[in-house]
């Protein structure tokens, strides 16, 4: 059974269900695009693994202790009376805990020498975590953005922090973000084409660049999502009852959701 939504299904979004479907997305990606690019080119899943600290509260009330030292009249005491200092602990504590983050990316070598020659970012949540996370990608689509490099960014998560600069200010009105970024020659400046895409619409079909002459290949979104959806068996693992994972729909959304599932 195929996905009731048109384009990016939110209930994917589910924190359970994300990974799996992340995983499944980069190799149904890849599997695509090396029907139609070879042999002169190649696509390969890259998964590198981070590490994250989750910093949970736990809400403590916390009475400091004082204590003072005073010694017996019986014993005879040199010197002045010795006080024990109090030592107040921290006013909040907190559970730590590290969590282990699978990242997918799709790459595109030329064959004959393994040259990189498109990147396929796939947002994760921590990509789009403000903190480490967050910087971290923003220091890689910086390295991305000043090398011979074509980048192409999937945002398929309504969540989080957008990392390029582009495609927040000024702000796009979308659930869902899709660019591509062409190196260009010389001192040319690079621009960012950019398919805001809103909950209720397909997504569309991406180019992705190849070296030149070659033109650009098709990257089909909505039916790479579909197989996976069919494939992962997620027309029976997901209820669609419950409301969608954060954050809230938008209003329009919201409605608009309620007349597609009843």
Not at 101 to 118: F, I, M, N, P, Q
Not at 203 to 227: G, N, R, T
Not at 251 to 261: G, I, R, S, T, V
Request: proline fraction near 13%.
């Amino acid at each position: 059974m195929a996905s009731p939504f048109p384009g990016m299904n939110p209930y994917l979004e589910e924190s359970n269900i994300w990974p799996g479907f992340h995983h499944r997305l980069a190799d149904e990606l890849a599997g695509q695009l090396n029907a139609r690019i070879g042999p002169k080119y190649y696509a390969d899943v890259e998964v590198r693994t981070v590490f994250e600290e989750v910093a949970i509260a736990v809400p403590r009330t916390i009475y400091p202790d004082v204590g003072i030292y005073e010694p017996s009249n019986l014993e005879p005491v040199p010197g002045p009376v010795a006080m024990a200092v109090a030592i107040s602990p921290a006013p909040v504590q907190r559970l730590t805990t590290v969590g282990q983050t699978r990242l997918h990316a799709v790459r595109v070598y030329l064959t004959e020498t393994d040259e990189l020659v498109t990147s396929i970012e796939i947002l994760s949540p921590s990509n789009k975590r403000v903190g480490e996370g967050l910087e971290a990608y923003r220091r890689k689509r910086a390295q991305l953005l000043l090398s011979p490099v074509h980048l192409v960014e999937i945002d398929l998560l309504r969540g989080g922090e957008r990392p390029g600069r582009e495609v927040v200010a000024p702000p796009l009105e979308a659930d869902y973000i899709l660019l591509v970024n062409r190196c260009r020659a010389g001192d040319e400046p690079r621009i960012s084409e950019i398919w805001p895409v809103a909950l209720n619409e397909p997504l569309p079909v991406l180019p992705v660049p190849l070296l030149p002459p070659d033109p650009d290949v098709a990257l089909e979104l909505s039916a790479a999502l579909q197989a996976v959806y069919v494939r992962a068996g997620y027309a029976w693992r997901i209820h669609y009852q419950p409301p969608v994972p954060p954050p809230e729909l938008r209003p329009e959304m919201a409605a608009w959701l309620k007349q597609l599932l009843g």
